[in-house]
């Protein structure tokens, strides 16, 4: 049985764990169960998604509740950045990361912070063969400079460069780092590579409806999966009045980008996702499915070549768009039927 715990103790929905298999995946073979570390704290923004509420496990949570066991996988759950050692993390096979600032910070979800050590030793975890898995936030992660205190609520003017091997250690590692967002858009997104692990039943391409980062300081040597066609990105709500905002579009008035990849660090596999703001996208199988994908890659359950391709799939992902302001959210008539939607309950 699979246990989602939280240090000390997230509890378990046992009642909520009802398989919701992508059909394309077979289970796991018995006795191969994994253990994988689902670290959310958000020391800036914390998304819907991974908020616990009255005791009970987030969103995202109970998702990875519900396919864990047939997948054999067990996933332990935690906010605390200060559980981060060498010996802590050793019993994990591998980090899947839902993050958001500077983790070495208490920031706003007050929940305890990692010490330097305690980033190094997840880097040095990694390097040396722990796989890793980012989703959507985990790219809002350690912006060099910013701080708990930083009003990011602005035009981040700070963000708009390339640094290459100058970024921070941790962009290094997961690949690439988030500039800002608009409103959530429809767009297509191009399948690079089909025989990545839960990649095949959606090439050559699908839309979908996302927060969709834009980004910048790709490692050169990222194997590209998705790529986001930007200039197919429109509005999802054509019939709201007054919607969508002024400046809803301009980060991503840019070329092509890389919005799913892998690639090594050292001998560690990392996957990420810039995929995974909503409710909505957590219960779409094709993410599942194409998680459930990068979680066995990173793991090594199953194998890929993941050459670096950056330059031939999307040869001006470092064209950056025009600074604007973070423009975000729903139009009002929809926010206010979400605020009054109780559950956040998954299946």
């Known amino acids: 049985m699979l246990r989602l715990r939280r240090a000390p103790a997230c509890l378990a929905l046992a009642a909520l764990a009802v398989a919701i298999l992508p059909p394309a995946r077979a289970a796991a073979p018995a006795g191969a169960t994994k253990k994988i570390l689902f670290f959310t704290k958000s020391s ?12 009970h496990p987030s969103f995202a949570a109970q998702v990875l509740q519900s396919l864990g066991p047939a997948h054999g996988i067990e996933f332990v759950c935690s906010k605390d950045g200060s559980l981060f050692t ?17 983790l070495l910070e208490r920031g706003k979800d007050g929940n305890p912070p990692m010490t330097p050590a305690g980033k190094q030793a997840l880097l040095d975890a990694i390097r040396h063969g722990k ?30 460069r390339v640094l290459g091997d100058k ?37 050559p391409g699908f839309e979908a409806q996302e927060e969709w980062y834009s980004m910048t300081n790709f490692a050169p040597d990222l194997h590209v999966l998705l790529v986001l066609d930007t200039a197919t990105m429109r509005n999802p709500y054509p019939d709201e009045p007054n919607w969508p905002p002024a400046g809803w579009d301009t980060p991503y008035k840019r070329p092509p980008y ?26 779409n199988p094709r993410f599942q499915e194409m998680l459930l994908g990068g979680i066995d890659w990173a793991l090594g359950r199953s194998d890929a070549a993941v050459l670096p391709n950056l330059a031939s799939v999307a040869p001006r992902a470092a064209d950056l768009p025009p600074v604007s302001a973070p423009v975000a959210g729903l139009p009002p008539a929809l926010k206010a039927k979400e605020s009054q939607t109780p559950g956040h309950t998954y299946p």
């Open 44 to 55: 800036n923004f914390e998304h819907q998604v991974i908020k616990e509420r009255n005791g």
């Open 86 to 102: 060498p010996d802590y993390l050793a019993q994990f096979d591998a980090l899947l990361f839902y993050t958001s600032g500077n």
């Open 131 to 160: 796989g890793f898995i980012g989703t959507h936030a985990a790219a809002d992660t350690f912006h060099p400079g910013e701080t708990a205190e930083t009003n990011t609520n602005q035009a981040r003017t700070w963000r708009y």
């Open 167 to 203: 970024a921070d250690p941790y962009t290094q590692m997961i690949g690439g780092e988030l500039i800002i967002h608009g409103c959530q858009q429809l767009a297509t997104v191009r399948v690079v590579d089909p025989q990545f692990p839960g990649f095949a039943r959606y090439a």
């Open 258 to 283: 890389p919005v799913a990849w892998a690639h090594r660090y050292g001998e560690g596999r990392v996957f990420f996702t810039a995929m995974g703001h909503s409710e909505e996208t957590w219960r």
